[in-house]
Each structure stands twice: as structure tokens, then as C-alpha cells.
């Protein structure tokens, strides 16, 4: 029955992809065995689905499965039958494969120049058993791609040509997360963006989660410490 179940389930995924005209529409299994990060490639795909979880443990898109341009991730038990759509997807990036592996090492922030003008960046190749999730264990700007939380992958990037513009340094302030206290640390002018220019603390400091900004001052907490520049406006 649960097998019968199964299988009508992704035949109906299958035939609603193939009648809105996606290509490619194929289905794969994959298992985190004891609690262990798996990746199983599937070539290149645009979209991945869960239509059967086969697991005690909770697959839960991002945390413990996700999907990048080559296959489809698990981790912490997770395992189930994933539909995903195929056909000739790859991220697009620039001649040369522009690529740069970064690593968060002791779940500490990292971060990696790329030594060119970024305008666009995605995973190539997760090595981490931790998740690397945009925006929340990983990011970009026009300099490089950072990493936290033990995030560990090879990213494929798309940049301009020239070097990648130097952090403007005029505008700084210091501010520090004394015992793991929120500190608001006033810059004196309103703030346009902030991003960390050195950190100081052995805590990571992850923006929206231990430091973020607010029209006139940056916030800490959790122990992060660390120097920020800012653009005023």
C-alpha cells in the first residue's frame, strides 16, 4: 500500500510537469544513512520536489534537503523519493568557470576575495556535512562570498571585468557584544548599508542573527565583536 502510494504520487507529479510543458521531468532516492550527510547526482536540474519521505527524521527544504545545478542533498536522517526537473540547466558563469572555494572553519565566519567585481554567485559543489543556505550560512557581495556555521562548498561566480572595488573605509565604528549582551553601538548619521570589515570575536558575526543596523546605530549580540563600515545617506 505505502509503495502503491508512492508511486501514484510521483506518477502525478511527473505527468503535471510534463502537461505544463517542463522537460526533463524525472525521480530519484536518496538517504541520509545515520544521520549523515548524502549527495546523490542527478545531472543538471532546474527544480526538485519531495513526493515521498521514507523517513522517521523531518525532510525540510533547506535545512535537511535541498538541491543545487548537479543533484539533491540530505542530512540528519532525512530520506525520501525526490521528483526533480532535468534538461540541459547549468548556473550560468562567465568563460573560464570563474570559481572559489570558501570554508567556514569551527563554525566560524570566513571570508573569501574573489579578486574581481562579483554580481552573482551560487553553490557549485557543497563540501560541508552543514547546510549551506543564501542568506543564512553564506553570501556575496561585489568583493567575495563569506561563509558561517561550518558551511564548506566551491562557489561559481559571475564578475566584471577590473578589479573588485576596495571596502571604503571613511565610515567605521567598533562595536562589541560584552557577555553575550546585545550592545547598540550609535554611528551619529543615518545609515544607507553596513557590512563587517574585520571581526574580532571568536563568536560568528552572522547579519539579521548576531549584528544587524537600524537608521542610526549597529546592534550586537551573542558575542559577536567587531569592526563595521558603513555608507551614510
Given at each position: 500500500m505505502?509503495?502503491?502510494?508512492?508511486?501514484l504520487?510521483l506518477a502525478?507529479?511527473l505527468?503535471?510537469?510534463?502537461?505544463?510543458?517542463?522537460?526533463?521531468?524525472?525521480?530519484?532516492?536518496?538517504?541520509?544513512?545515520?544521520?549523515?550527510?548524502?549527495?546523490c547526482?542527478?545531472?543538471?536540474?532546474?527544480?526538485?520536489?519531495i513526493?515521498?519521505?521514507?523517513?522517521?527524521?523531518?525532510?525540510?527544504?533547506?535545512?535537511?534537503?535541498?538541491?543545487?545545478?548537479s543533484?539533491?542533498?540530505?542530512?540528519?536522517g532525512?530520506?525520501?523519493d525526490?521528483a526533480?526537473q532535468?534538461?540541459?540547466?547549468?548556473?550560468?558563469?562567465?568563460?573560464g568557470?570563474?570559481?572559489?572555494?570558501?570554508?567556514?572553519?569551527d563554525y566560524?565566519?570566513?571570508?573569501?576575495?574573489?579578486?574581481?567585481?562579483?554580481?552573482r554567485?551560487?553553490?557549485?559543489q557543497?563540501?560541508?556535512?552543514?547546510?549551506?543556505i543564501q542568506?543564512?550560512?553564506w553570501g556575496?557581495?561585489a568583493?567575495?562570498?563569506?561563509?558561517?556555521?561550518?558551511?564548506?562548498?566551491?562557489?561559481?561566480?559571475?564578475?566584471?571585468?577590473?578589479?573588485?572595488?576596495?571596502?571604503?573605509m571613511g565610515?567605521?565604528?567598533?562595536c562589541?557584544?560584552?557577555?553575550?549582551q546585545?550592545?547598540w553601538?550609535?554611528?551619529?548619521?543615518?545609515?544607507?548599508?553596513?557590512w563587517?570589515a574585520?571581526?574580532?570575536?571568536?563568536?560568528?558575526?552572522?547579519?539579521?542573527q548576531?549584528w544587524?543596523?537600524?537608521?542610526?546605530?549597529?546592534?550586537?549580540n551573542?558575542?559577536?565583536?567587531?569592526?563595521?563600515?558603513y555608507?551614510s545617506?
Amino acid at each position: 500500500m505505502v509503495m502503491s502510494q508512492r508511486c501514484l504520487a510521483l506518477a502525478g507529479f511527473l505527468l503535471a510537469l510534463s502537461v505544463s510543458g517542463s522537460v526533463g521531468a524525472q525521480s530519484i532516492y536518496c538517504e541520509s544513512r545515520d544521520y549523515r550527510r548524502a549527495y546523490c547526482p542527478t545531472g543538471p536540474i532546474t527544480s526538485a520536489q519531495i513526493i515521498s519521505q521514507t523517513s522517521n527524521a523531518a525532510c525540510i527544504q533547506g535545512r535537511t534537503w535541498g538541491y543545487d545545478g548537479s543533484g539533491i542533498w540530505v542530512n540528519q536522517g532525512c530520506a525520501g523519493d525526490f521528483a526533480y526537473q532535468g534538461g540541459g540547466f547549468r548556473p550560468p558563469g562567465p568563460p573560464g568557470n570563474n570559481s572559489v572555494a570558501c570554508e567556514s572553519r569551527d563554525y566560524q565566519q570566513n571570508y573569501c576575495a574573489t579578486g574581481v567585481r562579483v554580481t552573482r554567485a551560487w553553490v557549485a559543489q557543497q563540501q560541508s556535512q552543514s547546510p549551506c543556505i543564501q542568506g543564512r550560512t553564506w553570501g556575496y557581495d561585489a568583493r567575495g562570498i563569506w561563509v558561517s556555521q561550518g558551511c564548506s562548498a566551491v562557489f561559481g561566480f559571475q564578475g566584471t571585468a577590473g578589479p573588485a572595488p576596495p571596502p571604503p573605509m571613511g565610515n567605521s565604528v567598533a562595536c562589541e557584544s560584552r557577555n553575550y549582551q546585545q550592545s547598540w553601538c550609535n554611528t551619529g548619521q543615518r545609515i544607507g548599508r553596513v557590512w563587517v570589515a574585520e571581526q574580532r570575536s571568536s563568536a560568528p558575526c552572522i547579519q539579521g542573527q548576531t549584528w544587524g543596523y537600524q537608521d542610526r546605530a549597529v546592534w550586537v549580540n551573542g558575542g559577536c565583536s567587531a569592526i563595521f563600515a558603513y555608507e551614510s545617506r
